[in-house]
């Protein structure tokens, strides 16, 4: 497999404040990871900056407006009761992000790469059209789908959001949207409260699966393996985009979902099956969150070793 990593040093300059969990360390520790010798066959890509245009696909102009007014020249700017901040650099760094998922987008459909993992932070599926939720400014998973209906003109995207926390975001997106399915796996109760089982959209193209602490492994796969890969099937996307969350690591410090390294592995080699089944293999990858130093460097390890077909 050829896959592609896109990055750009924008995304270390969002400075949310000393001890905030999403902080730049995340993205070194995730750099360090992929520079070891085994992961050498990577591709390595600059992010071009997003637009305004790709913004708006999905998120409301006001909204933009209001983001683009508050980035602060200095200290930071708060978008979400405290959990979300601005700093000087917060702006160019979220829009490396979007640049990233939409150029990933780009590069699968032009066939010059199989898939894509964009190392970039912040997170973006809590971000909801018209506001920055939990650690999210811009929604960059949900543009890129759009952005692949829109530009390419593709008739059914997916995203596959394994990350621990409900992306409430990208669902509020796709809500009333039929070219569009979103499938999650998450803990639940855990913060911010929604994807319920039944939730399923507007058009019936959401599928929740919630997971209580303490699940572990063999619970998680197993709810994956029967209620998420058959529906993603079903629906026969032709992209996949992943919200890849590396928050369920049974060392993560913000949830209790148990996991192991090699779990991630295997989620991803699951959609990558069905990937090759349905779309050509063509998937896109987005970094979300986790937010333990040695959970997120394994499981994303195995994340992209899977995608390298290894
Ligand atoms: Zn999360």
Same mark, same amino acid.
């Given at each position: 497999?050829?896959?592609?990593?896109?990055?750009?040093?924008?995304?270390?300059?969002?400075?949310?404040?000393?001890?905030?969990?999403?902080?730049?360390?995340?993205?070194?520790?995730?750099?360090?990871?992929?520079?070891?010798?085994?992961?050498?066959?990577?591709?390595?890509?600059?992010?071009?900056?997003?637009?305004?245009?790709?913004?708006?696909?999905?998120?409301?102009?006001?909204?933009?407006?209001?983001?683009?007014?508050?980035?602060?020249?200095?200290?930071?700017?708060?978008?979400?009761?405290?959990?979300?901040?601005?700093?000087?650099?917060?702006?160019?760094?979220?829009?490396?992000?979007?640049?990233?998922?939409?150029?990933?987008?780009?590069?699968?459909?032009?066939?010059?790469?199989?898939?894509?993992?964009?190392?970039?932070?912040?997170?973006?599926?809590?971000?909801?059209?018209?506001?920055?939720? /939990?650690?999210? +400014?811009?929604?960059?998973?949900?543009?890129?789908?759009?952005? =692949?209906?829109? *530009?390419? #003109?593709? !008739?059914?995207?997916?995203?596959?959001?394994?990350?621990?926390?409900?992306?409430?975001?990208?669902?509020?997106?796709?809500?009333?949207?039929?070219?569009?399915?979103?499938?999650?796996?998450?803990?639940?109760?855990?913060?911010?409260?929604?994807?319920?089982?039944?939730?399923?959209?507007?058009?019936?193209?959401?599928?929740?699966?919630?997971?209580?602490?303490?699940?572990?492994?063999?619970?998680?796969?197993?709810?994956?393996?029967?209620?998420?890969?058959?529906?993603?099937?079903?629906?026969?996307?032709?992209?996949?985009?992943?919200?890849?969350?590396?928050?369920?690591?049974?060392?993560?410090?913000?949830?209790?979902?148990?996991?192991?390294?090699?779990?991630?592995?295997?989620?991803?080699?699951?959609?990558?099956?069905?990937?090759?089944?349905?779309? /050509?293999?063509? +998937?896109?990858?987005?970094?979300?969150?986790?937010?333990?130093? =040695?959970?997120? *460097?394994? #499981?994303? !390890?195995?994340?992209?070793?899977?995608?390298?077909?290894?």
């Amino acid at each position: 497999m050829r896959t592609l990593v896109m990055f750009h040093p924008d995304c270390l300059e969002h400075l949310p404040g000393p001890g905030h969990p999403e902080s730049p360390e995340r993205l070194h520790v995730v750099m360090r990871a992929l520079w070891e010798p085994e992961f050498a066959g990577l591709a390595w890509r600059e992010a071009p900056r997003g637009s305004r245009e790709q913004l708006l696909l999905v998120h409301d102009a006001d909204y933009v407006d209001t983001v683009a007014a508050l980035a602060p020249l200095e200290g930071t700017a708060v978008l979400d009761g405290g959990d979300t901040v601005m700093s000087r650099g917060s702006l160019d760094a979220v829009m490396r992000c979007v640049g990233a998922a939409c150029a990933g987008v780009d590069a699968v459909l032009a066939g010059e790469a199989d898939n894509v993992f964009c190392a970039t932070r912040p997170c973006g599926h809590h971000a909801e059209p018209d506001r920055a939720m /939990g650690f999210c +400014i811009f929604n960059q998973v949900a543009i890129a789908a759009r952005h =692949a209906l829109h *530009a390419h #003109g593709l !008739a059914r995207v997916a995203v596959i959001d394994f990350d621990v926390h409900h992306g409430n975001g990208t669902q509020a997106a796709f809500h009333a949207e039929p070219r569009l399915f979103f499938g999650s796996s998450h803990q639940s109760p855990l913060y911010p409260g929604t994807g319920a089982a039944s939730e399923h959209g507007g058009s019936n193209n959401i599928v929740n699966v919630p997971l209580p602490p303490g699940c572990g492994s063999q619970a998680f796969r197993n709810s994956v393996a029967m209620r998420l890969l058959p529906a993603l099937r079903a629906f026969a996307p032709e992209l996949i985009l992943v919200s890849a969350g590396f928050d369920a690591h049974r060392l993560d410090p913000l949830a209790q979902m148990e996991l192991d390294d090699e779990d991630f592995g295997w989620i991803t080699r699951e959609v990558m099956a069905i990937a090759a089944d349905v779309c /050509g293999g063509r +998937i896109v990858s987005v970094l979300e969150g986790g937010y333990s130093g =040695a959970g997120l *460097a394994g #499981g994303c !390890a195995a994340h992209v070793r899977a995608l390298m077909g290894r």
